[in-house]
């Protein structure tokens, strides 16, 4: 049977945000997540993460939000804070590849110590898939045994060889209908299933699918901080849609976790 890994990204960006997580894993379909190292709710969601063994959690690198965990770095700007990803293309070309290596390792190490047994790494943005970031990518796996997330599937990125958690990745939520925030989601339930029929579709002969979600509960942190905020909720209420498990299930794919795969 194909299997089928429910990945949150952004566990630990807020409270809010890992509220929205771990209802859409205890009453919903999420198998898995990818927790943020240098965010306000990290060691609240590292608790989470205990208090919840069977959810796979792996890290969610950052380096296009929030502050970064080594300071006076070619990473951040005079307040400590990451260029946002509107910048970083330009940026990229003044920052160090070792400072990046290092504060990888530092929001690993973070985390480690405060008892995370991560699954798998992937980033914020996708930034580890960039080219330029290529090899600092295999240096991280390569030092924590680590496999990473194959972002092949979104952002035109090409597949990649080295330590691949999954085949393809899919975002299951960004399109038209399930964006479309003027109308409860019960009132347009149909066609948001249809959406996301259309998009399990697209992976009919892969073994390992990804399915990338952001499901959350709007805090006063994520609604200053992040232009994706109100739609999230929407993605609660899916996550948690019985009929999504049921299309799921329909579709052949057995839902499972980083954890269970060799």
């Known amino acids: 049977m194909k299997k089928i890994i429910i990945n949150a990204d952004d566990f630990g960006y807020s409270s809010g945000v890992n509220a929205g997580i771990i209802k859409a894993y205890q009453e919903g379909i999420l198998t ?16 989470l993460a205990k208090e919840n063994p069977l959810l796979g959690v792996g890290i969610h690198l950052v380096l296009t939000t929030g502050k970064g965990m080594n300071r006076n770095t070619s990473l951040v700007r005079k307040d400590g804070n990451f260029y946002r990803l509107n910048d970083y293309k330009e940026q990229r070309k003044k920052m160090s590849s070792e400072d990046i290596f290092d504060e990888w390792c530092s929001q ?42 194959n972002s092949f599937g979104v952002e035109n990125f090409s597949n990649m060889e080295k330590s691949l958690a999954n085949d393809l990745l899919l975002d299951m939520m960004n399109t038209p209908m399930i964006r479309d925030m003027s109308k ?7 066609e ?39 739609q999230r909720v929407r993605e609660v209420e899916i996550l948690t849609d019985p009929h999504v498990k049921q299309l799921i299930e329909e579709k052949g794919f057995y839902l499972t976790n980083f954890k269970n795969i060799e």
Not at 35 to 41: D, E, I, Q, V, Y
Not at 184 to 190: D, N, V
């Open 32 to 47: 898995s997540t990818t927790l943020m190292g240098n965010m306000p709710g990290a060691k609240e969601a590292v608790k």
């Open 108 to 149: 690993i190490d973070y985390l480690l110590g405060l008892g995370l047994d991560p699954t798998h790494f992937d980033s914020h943005h996708h930034v580890h898939y960039f080219s330029e970031n290529h090899e600092i990518t295999f240096e991280i796996s390569k030092k924590y045994n680590l496999k990473f997330r």
């Open 192 to 230: 948001c299933l249809k959406e996301i029929d259309d998009t399990l579709n697209k992976a009919k002969q892969v073994d390992i699918l990804e399915m990338m979600v952001h499901p959350a509960f709007v805090d006063e942190h994520l609604y200053q901080n992040s232009s994706f905020n109100i």
């Open 184 to 190: 409860p989601y019960l009132e347009i339930q149909k």
